[in-house]
């Protein structure tokens, strides 16, 4: 809806936006990854988590900046053409944001598969994976409005299932189960490199406070309130994963946590007459709205690209009766179901979302830094210079081999990555010469 100057309705308050965000984070990550931290940490979960909350508010503060110069609805894409005038590689950046999405997609169609679903029945995980991927599209292509509200359904459901984990572990610790001293409990050898995996694969379940920059538009007054809904948002978020790091440490030992399904594991600890299949579907709807989040960002993506030209038009053919971006649905679809096949594994898959993300989050780091030589007339929050550098620098050694990823994660995005730069290539090919001008705000609409 216009608000009369020709932009978007000004309607988000500053409350509306921390809300968004907490929602946003929340999701498939903090229900799924626990396990897969404890085989890096040990019983110190919390640490990678704390850590990796730290690294997100440096980069928050760079999109704090930003937003605040650049009130508009494009994100990293906006900014890194801002800062570097390159359409190819804003195209790599919207590209590599769109590919992060359909990546984390498809491990939570993965992890929908595992050890949750099987507490309610038994079914082929590979089954399983396609059938979520299926009804997810189905939400997707039926329309927006419609997806929307089914996601605040979800968060809803979702942020249930995590009072539901704090309330049972409290309850439980008080009444003297567990073990606190395990949640220092780091491993005798490679500790550091341990943390620095653990940290690496962890930050899948603190992204998605960088989609809130595509609400700018939308906020009263972004300069003022959005860095402060931004950095609320991050802090409540990292408090509450911090917490059930803690209480779940401290009920199920490491060994225990190997699975799925790590809450269940908490919950079923906690308390005995908790009913773990209600759970169990809990954290099934919060796994479902985290692909759901992702599917539409992606689609709406490409979409976006197809209308700049900078990718095949056919991606911008628009269902005649739902009139939502059916070529681009069935793509980015295609993208996670070949990622479900190859990939088979939700480690692998978070892996390689937090990879494509990372090296984002450090363009964007380097962006603020280079759109200083470049003010604007107006108001806007400015992020200590340090702030960025140490979240570039943090960033890049997440995304670098140190942090013990293995190569087939690297070649599994260099493989999504190509694929941009092969469209990219046919479009010139079909058009008949490069894209020389890039409206970045026109690839989310």
Same mark, same amino acid.
Not at 263 to 289: D, K, R, T, Y
Not at 301 to 312: F, K, S, T
Not at 329 to 342: C, S
């Given at each position: 809806?216009?608000?009369?100057?020709?932009?978007? %309705?000004?309607? &988000?308050?500053?409350?509306?936006?921390?809300?968004?965000? *907490?929602?946003?984070?929340?999701?498939?990550?903090?229900?799924?990854? #626990?396990?897969?931290?404890?085989?890096?940490?040990?019983?110190?979960?919390?640490?990678?988590?704390?850590?990796?909350?730290? &690294?997100?508010?440096?980069?928050?503060?760079?999109?704090?900046?930003?937003?605040?110069?650049?009130? =508009?609805?494009?994100?990293?894409?906006?900014?890194?053409? =801002?800062?570097?005038?390159?359409?190819?590689?804003?195209?790599?950046?919207? +590209?590599?944001?769109?590919?992060?999405? &359909?990546?984390?997609?498809?491990?939570?169609?993965?992890?929908?598969?595992?050890?949750?679903?099987?507490?309610? *029945?038994?079914?082929?995980?590979?089954?399983?994976?396609?059938?979520?991927?299926?009804?997810?599209?189905? &939400?997707?292509?039926?329309?927006?409005?419609?997806?929307?509200?089914?996601?605040?359904?979800?968060?809803?459901?979702?942020?249930?299932?995590?009072?539901?984990?704090?309330?049972?572990?409290? @309850?439980?610790?008080?009444?003297?189960?567990?073990?606190?001293?395990?949640?220092?409990?780091?491993?005798?050898?490679?500790?550091?490199?341990? @943390?620095?995996? $653990?940290?690496?694969?962890?930050?899948?379940?603190?992204?998605?406070?960088?989609?809130?920059?595509?609400?700018?538009?939308?906020?009263?007054?972004?300069? =003022?309130?959005? #860095?402060?809904?931004?950095?609320?948002?991050?802090?409540?978020?990292?408090?509450?994963?911090?917490?059930? $790091?803690?209480?779940?440490?401290?009920? *199920?030992?490491?060994?225990?946590?190997?699975?799925?399904?790590?809450?269940?594991?908490?919950?079923?600890?906690?308390? $005995?007459? +908790? #009913?773990?299949?209600?759970?169990?579907?809990?954290?099934?709807?919060?796994?479902?709205?985290?692909?759901?989040?992702?599917?539409?960002?992606?689609?709406?993506?490409?979409?976006?690209?197809?209308?700049? =030209?900078?990718?095949?038009?056919?991606?911008?053919?628009?269902?005649?009766?739902?009139?939502?971006?059916?070529?681009?649905?069935?793509?980015?679809?295609?993208?996670?179901? $070949?990622?479900? *096949?190859?990939? %088979?594994?939700?480690?692998?898959?978070?892996?390689?979302?937090?990879?494509?993300?990372?090296?984002?989050?450090?363009?964007?780091?380097?962006?603020?830094?280079?759109?200083?030589?470049?003010?604007?007339?107006?108001?806007?929050?400015?992020?200590?210079?340090?702030?960025?550098?140490?979240?570039?620098?943090?960033?890049? @050694?997440?995304?670098?081999?140190?942090?013990?990823?293995?190569?087939?994660?690297?070649?599994?995005?260099?493989?999504?990555?190509?694929?941009?730069?092969?469209?990219?290539?046919?479009?010139?090919?079909?058009?008949?010469? #490069?894209?020389t001008e890039l409206d970045p705000e026109n690839l989310i609409k």
């Amino acid at each position: 809806m216009s608000d009369g100057t020709g932009g978007l %309705r000004r309607a &988000i308050s500053g409350r509306m936006l921390i809300v968004f965000i *907490v929602g946003d984070i929340l999701g498939a990550g903090i229900y799924a990854l #626990p396990g897969k931290l404890s085989g890096y940490v040990g019983g110190a979960i919390w640490l990678p988590f704390a850590i990796g909350f730290v &690294i997100a508010g440096l980069t928050a503060g760079s999109y704090a900046e930003l937003v605040g110069k650049y009130p =508009r609805a494009a994100g990293a894409a906006l900014y890194t053409h =801002r800062a570097f005038g390159k359409p190819f590689l804003t195209f790599l950046v919207a +590209f590599a944001v769109m590919m992060s999405g &359909i990546a984390s997609a498809s491990a939570a169609a993965i992890a929908f598969g595992g050890d949750y679903l099987a507490r309610l *029945v038994e079914f082929p995980q590979l089954l399983a994976a396609f059938g979520f991927l299926a009804i997810v599209t189905t &939400i997707n292509f039926i329309g927006i409005s419609e997806s929307i509200k089914v996601n605040f359904v979800f968060t809803m459901i979702e942020l249930g299932g995590l009072v539901i984990v704090i309330v049972v572990g409290v @309850i439980a610790i008080s009444s003297g189960k567990g073990d606190v001293s395990r949640t220092m409990d780091l491993p005798a050898d490679g500790a550091l490199l341990g @943390i620095l995996g $653990a940290t690496a694969l962890g930050f899948y379940a603190l992204i998605g406070f960088e989609d809130s920059v595509n609400l700018a538009e939308e906020c009263e007054q972004p300069s =003022r309130t959005f #860095p402060v809904a931004l950095f609320v948002g991050i802090g409540l978020t990292g408090v509450i994963y911090i917490v059930i $790091a803690v209480i779940t440490a401290t009920l *199920v030992a490491p060994a225990q946590l190997g699975g799925d399904a790590p809450l269940l594991a908490v919950v079923q600890a906690g308390s $005995a007459s +908790f #009913p773990l299949e209600l759970f169990a579907v809990i954290a099934l709807f919060a796994i479902c709205n985290t692909a759901l989040i992702n599917m539409i960002m992606a689609s709406r993506l490409l979409y976006g690209m197809a209308n700049e =030209r900078i990718v095949p038009k056919a991606f911008a053919r628009i269902h005649p009766g739902r009139k939502t971006p059916i070529v681009a649905i069935a793509f980015t679809v295609a993208i996670a179901a $070949a990622l479900i *096949v190859f990939g %088979r594994n939700v480690k692998d898959l978070a892996n390689t979302t937090t990879l494509l993300l990372l090296l984002v989050f450090a363009v964007v780091n380097i962006s603020v830094l280079v759109l200083r030589e470049k003010p604007v007339d107006h108001h806007h929050f400015r992020t200590p210079t340090l702030a960025p550098v140490l979240g570039a620098i943090a960033t890049l @050694i997440l995304a670098s081999p140190l942090s013990g990823r293995e190569p087939k994660i690297y070649l599994i995005a260099g493989i999504l990555i190509g694929i941009g730069a092969l469209l990219w290539g046919i479009n010139r090919l079909i058009t008949g010469k #490069p894209v020389t001008e890039l409206d970045p705000e026109n690839l989310i609409k």
